[in-house]
């Protein structure tokens, strides 16, 4: 049986295999947690989750065998574990991507980034801050839903880069290297 929706939930909830479509052209195909986990693309990435994976501005600064060094707006540098392909360069642009569960209120991670929050959207059991980074780039958090936090508080926010997806300028994803 074949179901056609726009709603992403919808058809996360209740496909078993799920085809993204843009103008008419297939982005990806594949089991919903495959495009949610692994997607082929920025705008794949983008509409596969609510909230929707959250996008930073990155640089290429440092290639190797298995990791992709890169340099986020605010000068931390940090690797992930991908096959740089030929089309890839020191000094190249990128987009990293983080889905807001890979996100936390700490001092830890690989990475810190601060920033002041926007907007709170509290759900009961988990809350989702919005915040807006040094950088000027808006990103969404999930946290504890007991998290006690306020608009204009200023927060650290870590992450992993186990967790991140880089994206090339034209939005494909960067294959990330076998173990």
Do not use: W
Request: proline share 3%.
């Amino acid at each position: 049986m074949i179901y056609v929706t726009h709603d992403q939930v919808e058809a996360m909830t209740m496909a078993d295999k799920i085809v993204v479509l843009r103008d008419g052209y297939v982005e990806q195909v594949g089991a919903p947690l495959d495009l949610y986990h692994n997607p082929a693309n920025m705008f794949v990435a983008g509409f596969i989750g609510s909230p929707s994976m959250n996008f930073m501005d990155g640089k290429i600064s440092g290639l190797s065998d298995k990791n992709v060094e890169f340099e986020l707006g605010n000068s931390q540098k940090m690797q992930v574990h991908c096959s740089p392909g030929e089309e890839m360069n020191t000094g190249e642009t990128v987009k990293v991507g983080v889905r807001p569960e890979h996100l936390e209120l700490t001092e830890n991670g690989d990475t810190k980034l601060q920033g002041e929050v926007f907007a709170v959207e509290r759900l009961g059991g988990e809350t989702y801050l919005y915040v807006n980074t040094e950088k000027n780039e808006e990103l969404t958090v999930h946290a504890a839903g007991d998290k006690v936090v306020g608009v204009g508080d200023l927060v650290s926010i870590g992450f992993s880069s186990k967790d991140c997806h880089l994206f090339n300028g034209q939005g494909q994803v960067f294959e990330k290297a076998a173990v």
